[in-house]
């Protein structure tokens, strides 16, 4: 095993040091500040540190589904008895990757196989040149944080040229994700694709707002024989000939019973515990990827069928003889989702959606418009409340579609309230500022219950 050059060593201790001070003082988790103190110190430390890892480094990215499927490339290759790296908070600009890196480093050496890296799409220009991941895996490109990231343009010119930067990297892509099969074409990077073909979707998870409606390469508007949500599905161009490719690995005889969904993928048989579709898609992205790099797989069917999807972002609570559903949504495409899930629910329900404009959220909240929110119309709700500092936007956006709201200025006491005289059956629903605030006012509820729980991402449960 390589040793680590001096001035990395300096620099590792004195992240290490910075984020036991972090915790110390109670002011964070302590995993992106290590690495901007880290790299002050060796700017070459990224590189130094992933030059360590002994077998492969997989890096993840895209819009949607980057922090679910890295866990499970993570949790499969432990599976097979790995010792493998992640960032798994999130953190997954420069610093907190450099942090996840020089935080896993013990008494001088990094004792990794591999090393799972979720990648923030704008922030791939500077990490991937440093990482040189032997394989990209991209999920999906939409909108997101539009005064970050701006339109898909830029979005994709950026995964672009971050790709093109590292030209060994395996590439393994959603082929039903037209962007993604433009890069295909526009990338001399190894590559291969997976899909899906089966129509699992139901009406709720698609928008009437694609995302991608012109081919770029002729100008002419694609057009889809399926389109199962987004701008994800099975388009053609009719003017040059452009069309989704051929997948390598397909997703096959998809069986949703009973909260688990079963399918096949060359010929191997795999169960999730989920009532999301799309997951479908993550547990997919993550087989082609072990299949793409060679490891091993012998454990992975038994994995995912244990595999918890929450991650946090998709909890259920148990208050006072009410199920609180926790879920994030912080796009079009994310959101459209969830309205999916609470409408295939058809008991009656409380709904409260909370959005904020932090830097954390994006300023710009304008994406709610493009969702299609006319689905709560049938989603059995008894009352629909609007929270967070964009409380009255939200009511706004919802009084054009003819669906009535009330505002809650206190988030803490509305929770009380639909947990002690509603339905029984909550569904919440929050941007990224809100999250961690919801969730924690939600465990105090339950620990305020006598004889209450509290399970944490625990979604294979959340609709009966």
Known sequence: MKKIRWRSRLAI?????????????????????????????????????????????????????????????????????????????????????????????????LKADYACVEVDENASVEI?????????????????????????????????????????????????????????????????VYGMEEEIFDAAARSEVLENTFCRFCGARLTYSLIHYGQLGLYRCPGCGFERPWPDYKAKNIVEQQGSYSFTVEEKFVKIRTLCPYHVYNTLAAYGTLHAVGAPREHFGKTME???????????????GARVQLHLAKNPMGFQQKLSLMCSDSRPKDILILINDTAQDGRDISWLWDVDFQHLKDAHAAQILTGGARRYDMGLRLKYEGISSKAAVDVGEALRRLTTKGTGNVYVVVNYSGLY????????????????GYYEADHRTSVS
Not at 30 to 59: C, F
Not at 131 to 140: A, F, I, R, S
Not at 160 to 180: E, I, T, Y
């Open 128 to 192: 991937l040149p440093m990482l040189k991941p032997d394989c990209v895996l991209l999920t999906n490109i939409s909108r997101d944080q539009l005064d970050r990231f701006g339109e898909l343009d830029m979005t994709y010119e950026k995964i672009k040229f971050a790709v093109q930067s590292v030209p060994g990297a395996r590439l393994v892509v959603n082929g039903d994700d037209a962007f993604l099969g433009f890069l295909l074409k526009e990338c001399e990077n190894p590559q291969e």
């Open 13 to 109: 201790a004195c992240a290490k040091l910075t984020s036991l001070l972090i915790r110390w003082l109670h002011r964070g988790n302590g995993v992106t500040l290590p690495g901007y103190v880290a790299r002050r110190i060796d700017p070459e430390i990224l590189s130094v540190l992933s030059g360590l890892v002994g077998e492969k480094i997989l890096a993840v990215m895209g819009t949607n589904g980057k922090t679910t499927t890295n866990r499970i490339l993570f949790e499969a290759l432990r599976a097979e008895g790995k010792e493998v790296l992640i960032n798994s908070t999130g953190a997954n600009m420069l610093n907190g990757v450099i942090s996840a890196f020089v935080l896993a480093v013990e008494k001088g050496r």
């Open 437 to 452: 605030f919801t969730n924690h006012i939600l465990q105090d509820l339950a620990r305020e219950e006598k004889g209450g």
């Open 306 to 320: 244990q595999f918890d999807f929450g991650n946090n972002r998709e909890s259920t609570f148990f208050i006072g």
